[in-house]
């Protein structure tokens, strides 16, 4: 089955302890990104990379970092969490490329974070 | 100003009834539309692009004017299992310029 998959789901944690939140895909999608969706605000771009070892900041990469050593995973690191990092957390893949906009990503299920 | 913006909501509507989303958006240059839906405590998922001549799915009718820089979405014949937040998402050339709106909640009821 085609999937994004997401660890952990569900986190509660406290200011200042390293997470790292995993991101697998099964579908061989070169596209894969980071969101943060807060009440009012929408899904907001946290990082993406076009490819492996290729990624780049979104609109709110602070306090984060992610890699892409291998095609399928893109976790996302949060090296020193504080309480405004609190939030529901996506991670999505897709297989378009910047000239071809399909525009459909897949999400995985999301991670629900909260640091305290 | 936001770059995609929704009236959040919620929509509660009965059975049966027809019921309309927009959504505007600032970037004149963008270039591709899509609505995505997002049940309750799960991820989004594609419900349909947004072409130019505007594109019908069954129940869902999907709307483009690019003058006034808004989308719409018309579901016709509503049912319970319809009740979800509907996601506008407007892309610019590269896929990382994709911008969500931040959801119109739609509630059917019996």
């Known amino acids: 089955e085609a999937q994004v998959t997401q660890n952990p789901r569900y986190l509660i944690t406290v200011t200042g302890k390293k997470l790292t939140v995993t991101c697998s895909q099964n579908m061989n999608h070169e596209y894969m990104s980071w969101y943060r969706q807060d009440p009012g605000l929408g899904l907001r771009q946290i990082y993406y990379?076009?490819?492996?070892?290729?990624?780049d900041k979104g609109d709110v990469p602070e306090g984060y970092k992610v890699s892409r050593k291998e095609k399928r995973n893109f976790p996302l690191i949060l090296e020193s969490p504080s309480p405004n990092q609190t939030s529901l957390y996506f991670c999505?893949?897709?297989?378009?490329?910047?000239?071809?906009?399909?525009?459909?990503?897949?999400f995985g299920e999301g991670s629900r974070l909260t640091v305290l | 100003r936001k770059e995609v913006e929704q009236d959040p909501g919620p929509f509660n509507v009965p059975e049966g009834a027809t019921v309309a989303f927009n959504c505007t958006y600032s970037?004149?240059?963008?270039?591709?539309f899509f609505w995505y839906r997002q049940d309750c405590r799960k991820e989004p998922k594609l419900l349909m692009s947004v072409y130019s001549s505007g594109n019908e799915d069954g129940r869902f009718t999907a709307q483009l004017n690019r003058a006034s820089q808004y989308i719409s979405l018309l579901i016709r014949d509503s049912k319970l299992s319809d009740s979800a937040t509907y996601l506008c998402v407007v892309n610019g050339f590269n896929n990382n310029d994709m911008r969500f709106g931040a959801g119109t909640r739609l509630t059917v009821k019996p």
């Open positions: 999505a893949s897709s297989s378009f490329t910047t000239t071809e906009n399909t525009g459909e990503l897949f």
């Open positions: 990379s076009m490819n492996v070892e290729v990624t």
């Open positions: 970037n004149s240059a963008s270039q591709s």
